[in-house]
């Protein structure tokens, strides 16, 4: 019988009956999950007759941005369902993984190419986790370390929040994956409830909330589910979340151009933050097919923004993204190997 990697219990069981020493079992685990070792290199830890599952996920297509050290993964699930990872290695040496935690998306944000998907399917625990595996043996690989995981692949993270809450408890569990809360970032368009919630159980956590702009229904046409989650009620929850982490929580902001980056809009945003303790990250936009209405706005337009954000006294930074040649730059992992028939199995978003 096969088990999981990441299921403890099932593993112990394993161990049992195989009257194996646990450091033997601790051996395994911090050669796959800790320093990303080739699976060989994992298994030789086990004995042969031990059956164990180390990937959900198979790797479909690996694509390598010419521009910059950016990495897009292709990765199937065991249903046939397509999902994407990117690896980000920074100029700084540091390198980011970016997991998704949705097979598409439902939350049809106007700006990006997973919200045109539609939603197909949650991924579970084991397939968020092995996203993770499988874009740090590339890096062992390579001779780099993985620093840092950010949420924010395809899907609403909060739209499948018990795995995501479960994945990250693993992640930061000291017997298996070991890594610090800080490290970890998971990035929402806006659910309040969930916010909080997320905030209450894992504190160290850190929360990004996408908030493209300060007018309520500019904002709508953006990102439909300000309907359903007012600015008002956003406001409420970063208020709690900054009393429950005691840290600037970070806004992000998509410039588009004509859009939401004037200087009207600024200052809207700096009345909209008043009380709050956040900091802001402007993300200029890389074009979609799917949105030809909307581009990015110019590089002074941006930088004036950020100056005006920075003289309102706040922390403010500007994403540069990588690998736009190969598509890897947020919101615009798309469709490219999904059949869209597969996605009419539809289910509902668990919002
Ligand atoms: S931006 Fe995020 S929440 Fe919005 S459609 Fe895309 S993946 Fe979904």
């Known amino acids: 019988m096969t088990f999981d990697v990441h299921d ?3 593993v112990e069981l394993h161990r049992r009956n195989h009257r ?4 033997v079992i601790r051996k395994f685990r911090n050669s796959l999950l800790r320093k990303f070792e080739a699976d060989d290199s994992a298994l030789s830890h086990l004995p042969e007759t031990m059956n164990v599952q180390l990937h959900s996920l198979s790797v479909k297509h690996r694509m390598d941005s010419a521009l910059d050290g950016a990495t ?3 990765l199937q699930t065991s249903t046939s369902h ?5 690896i980000l290695r920074i100029a700084s040496g540091r390198s980011t993984i970016c997991v998704s935690s949705q097979v598409g998306c439902a939350a049809a944000c106007d700006f990006c190419a997973t919200g045109k998907l539609g939603i197909a399917k949650n991924l579970a625990v084991r397939e968020i986790l092995d996203q993770v595996v499988l874009g740090g043996q590339i890096l062992t690989n390579e001779g780099r370390r993985l620093d840092n995981i950010v949420f924010m692949g395809m ?3 909060f739209h499948n929040s018990r795995a995501v809450t479960d994945a990250i408890r693993k992640l930061t569990d000291r017997d298996l994956f070991a890594r610090s809360p800080a490290s970890i970032l998971v990035s929402t368009v806006g659910i309040p409830e969930k916010m909080t919630e997320f905030a209450e159980t894992l504190p160290g956590v850190n929360l990004a909330l996408s908030l493209h702009s300060a007018d309520s229904e500019k904002r709508r046409t953006l990102i439909p589910l300000e309907s359903k989650h007012p600015l008002k009620d956003l406001h409420e929850a970063i208020r709690q979340v900054n009393q429950l982490q005691g840290r600037p929580l970070m806004i992000e902001y998509l410039m588009l151009d004509g859009v939401n980056d004037s200087h009207d809009a600024a200052n809207q945003l700096i009345r909209w933050v008043q009380g709050l303790n956040i900091r802001f990250n402007l993300i200029p ?3 979609i097919e799917d949105a030809p209405h909307l581009m990015c706005s110019p590089r002074e337009a ?3 923004f950020a100056q005006q954000l920075r003289e309102a006294g706040y922390q403010t930074t500007v994403r540069y993204s990588l690998g736009a040649d190969i598509a890897a730059a947020c ?3 798309a469709r490219t190997l999904q059949p869209v028939q597969d996605q009419q199995n539809s289910i509902a978003s668990a919002d």
């Open 72 to 74: 897009r993964l292709l």
């Open 155 to 157: 899907g609403e993270p």
């Open 82 to 86: 397509v999902i994407e990872c990117v």
């Open 331 to 333: 919101g615009q992992l």
């Open 8 to 10: 403890s219990e099932a």
């Open 20 to 23: 194996l020493d646990p450091h």
């Open 302 to 304: 941006i930088d004036r």
């Open 285 to 287: 936009f890389n074009a």
